[in-house]
């Protein structure tokens, strides 16, 4: 299993642009997150989904937009890229299952900035 | 909303002691409480995860704490090694939630 894909690895920004953000898991989690993290910070949740056709806000949601066709793809999308959405991007997937406790698996992390 | 506060500073500690790491909640207690590693460049991998019935989990040289009371749970790494220093992050999950809520983390430097 690949576990949780993100991309792209890397990218810059100009203000006004946007992008999508890819996330994909082969785990068959039905739960989904988009977190940031600041340098030097804790992550916050962006958007969260707990199935297909289902998402919700979390912390910090402005500026952002999600979606979840299907059980494997959450992308994030940013309209309108402003420099204080510079920021490292992290997707993670967990099982339902409370037994398991939500036990979070992260991709590797998408560095973004806006100039 | 649920707060959560980690040592706010770095620890640094020799290689061998027992490094001590600590996680404040406030308002209502979650169902359970999970324990990440985070290395620089990379996501967070999950360590352990204690429950609220639970006061205590251990796994190899690690040890979790979970105090309900005092709103407080506590990490140990017994023996440590350079090899552990990274930043750990308590994670707070409240019952029938979607979703978790992180701390900013704590730096654990270990020293040869």
């Known amino acids: 299993n690949a576990g949780v894909t993100q991309t792209p690895k890397f990218r810059i920004l100009k203000i006004g642009q946007s992008m999508t953000l890819q996330c994909t898991q082969d785990m068959n989690h039905n739960y989904m997150y988009w977190y940031r993290q600041d340098p030097g910070m804790g992550l916050k949740l962006i958007y969260y989904?707990?199935?297909?056709?289902?998402?919700d806000k979390g912390e910090v949601p402005n500026g952002y937009n999600v979606s979840r066709s299907t059980t494997e793809d959450f992308p994030l999308r940013l309209e309108l890229a402003a420099p204080s959405q510079t920021s490292v991007y992290f997707c993670?997937?967990?099982?339902?299952?409370?037994?398991?406790?939500?036990?979070?698996?992260f991709g590797p992390g998408t560095r973004l900035t806006v100039l | 909303s649920q707060k959560i506060e980690q040592n706010s500073e770095a620890l640094n500690i020799q290689e061998g002691k027992t490094a001590t790491l600590t996680c404040n909640y406030t308002?209502?207690?979650?169902?359970?409480l999970q324990w990440y590693r985070q290395d620089p460049g990379r996501g967070p991998v999950f360590l352990l995860l204690i429950r609220e019935n639970e006061k205590e989990k251990r796994k190899e040289r690690l040890k979790v704490t979970f105090d309900t009371t005092l709103k407080q749970s506590l990490f140990h790494i017994t023996a440590s090694q350079p090899a552990d220093s990274a930043t750990y992050l308590c994670?707070?999950?409240?019952?029938?939630?979607?979703?978790?809520?992180f701390g900013d983390g704590t730096t654990l430097t270990v020293k040869p």
């Open positions: 308002n209502y207690s979650p169902a359970y």
């Open positions: 994670a707070l999950r409240q019952p029938n939630a979607g979703k978790s809520t």
């Open positions: 993670a997937s967990s099982t339902s299952a409370e037994l398991l406790g939500d036990t979070q698996y």
């Open positions: 989904s707990v199935g297909a056709g289902i998402t």
